[in-house]
Structure formats: structure tokens, C-alpha cells
Nanobody
């Protein structure tokens, strides 16, 4: 069982940066691949970024590639999402998720544990 708590969301202007954090509690955080997903109002939840258990592998949605960076610190049981050059279309609730596998995946159906989400709003 893994419990996930996101933080770091907020209201920012176009072009700003934010760093989201996801603190995990429970057993063996390092055995889980982690992902960030987001859901905008009226839209389905979509993949943003994922990272393998040892940070060797990362993957990003095309919409965030080059602007977002996912990282993790297994000693702190925390995964991060650094978001730069934010755009209004990045406005969404961002969810952290844990996959019971060493390997990363962009498919939200493969993640077993989810946080409650943190709101990111990019204002023009």
C-alpha cells in the first residue's frame, strides 16, 4: 500500500515555473515506477510524465516535452515535476501515481495508487 500526497500547485502567470512534489508513504517506494497525470476541466485525465524506479528511464507527453522534467529522490520517498514555460493549456489538476512495477508507463490504467491532486492554474 502506498499513500501519495501532492503539493506545490498554485496560480501563476504565463511563462512561469512551478515544481510539484509528491510525497509517498508506505512500503518500498523505490520499487514503484511513478507518473504524473493531469486533468483539465471537461477533459479526460491525460499522461504528463513518468519515471522508472531508478530514474534511468523517463518519458513525457509531447505537449510537455522540453518544458517539464520528472525526477525522484528515493531516499526522501518523493517524486517531483519541474514545470517551466507554463502555458494556459497546462491548467489542470495534477495527479501523482504509483505503478507496482520497476518500469515506467504512460498508461494511467497501469497505476494502482493515486494522490488527491493539486491544482495548477496558468493565467494570462
Amino acid at each position: 500500500q502506498v499513500q501519495l500526497v501532492e503539493s506545490g500547485g498554485g496560480l501563476v502567470q504565463i511563462g512561469s515555473s512551478l515544481r510539484l512534489s509528491c510525497a509517498a508513504s508506505g512500503r518500498a517506494f523505490s520499487r514503484y515506477a511513478m507518473g504524473w497525470f493531469r486533468q483539465a476541466p471537461g477533459k479526460e485525465r491525460e499522461f504528463a510524465a513518468t519515471i522508472s524506479w531508478n530514474s534511468a528511464s523517463t518519458d513525457y507527453a509531447d505537449s510537455v516535452k522540453g518544458r517539464f522534467t520528472i525526477s525522484r529522490d528515493n531516499a526522501k520517498n518523493t517524486v517531483y515535476l519541474q514545470m517551466n514555460s507554463l502555458k494556459p493549456e497546462d491548467t489542470a489538476v495534477y495527479y501523482c501515481a504509483a505503478r507496482a512495477s520497476y518500469f515506467s508507463s504512460p498508461r494511467f490504467s497501469e497505476y494502482s495508487y493515486w494522490g488527491q491532486g493539486t491544482q495548477v492554474t496558468v493565467s494570462s
